[in-house]
């Protein structure tokens, strides 16, 4: 098995983390999960998950005491991090789901999906297999054939100030962001360790490309 690069899976009490695990194991990566300052630090790549409800996810995130080491890491020494489900909301600016501040670290805000915009068979959560449309066609989502599917729940979606911090769309009523790639700071609104082979492609592409 390949143990390098040296990855840390940041457990904050907030995420499905062993499919994480499973997932880089199935293409050949050893992988961490680890609350510890100094594992992430040693770290290569960081993988920031999370699963639930955006003010308990940054109250979890500050009360693990990892927001300095993190702001340490990420902005300053620009080490790769990728933020899955709601993990990749909370490095927005806030959200409409609670009042907390998010990290801050991409402009833009996590919004609530406008349901008037939806059709009656578009219910909230979005659920199931997407397509992603106007993606980025180097770094995370390289090499990706026969039009990119990825696995999706959710009832908030991304809202970036910049277009060129948007890694990918996708259509649920309308389009919408569904990515961030802003330098060293990446991440994805779906699922890929629930996603299968374009899931194991795009953690193959964070693991050796960034």
Not at 108 to 128: A, C, N, W, Y
Not at 180 to 192: A, M, S, T
């Amino acid at each position: 098995m390949n143990t390098h690069p040296n990855i840390t899976i940041i457990d904050y009490g907030a995420g499905n983390l062993t499919s994480i695990v499973n997932m880089l194991r199935k293409i050949g990566y050893a992988s961490k999960i680890s609350k510890s300052p100094e594992d992430i630090r040693n770290a290569d790549k960081l993988i920031l998950p999370g699963v639930g409800h955006f003010d308990y996810g940054m109250q979890k995130l500050n009360e693990s005491g990892l927001v300095e080491v993190l702001n340490e890491e990420v902005l300053v020494k620009k080490k790769p991090i990728l933020g899955i489900c709601l993990g990749v909301q909370l490095l927005t600016e806030g959200s409409d789901e609670g009042s907390a501040p998010g990290l801050g670290w991409v402009k833009g805000r996590t919004v609530q999906f406008d349901r008037s915009r939806l059709s009656e068979e578009e219910k909230i959560p979005h659920m199931g297999w997407t397509d992603l449309h106007n993606y980025k066609s180097e770094g995370l989502l390289s090499g990706m054939h026969d039009h990119p599917r990825f696995y999706f729940v959710h009832s908030f979606h991304l809202q970036l100030e910049n277009p060129s911090d948007v890694l990918a769309t996708a259509m649920y009523g309308y389009e919408f962001a569904v990515g961030i790639e802003h330098e060293n700071i990446l991440g994805v609104q779906f699922h890929p360790e629930k996603s299968h082979r374009f899931g194991m492609k795009l953690f193959e592409n964070y693991l050796t490309l960034y």
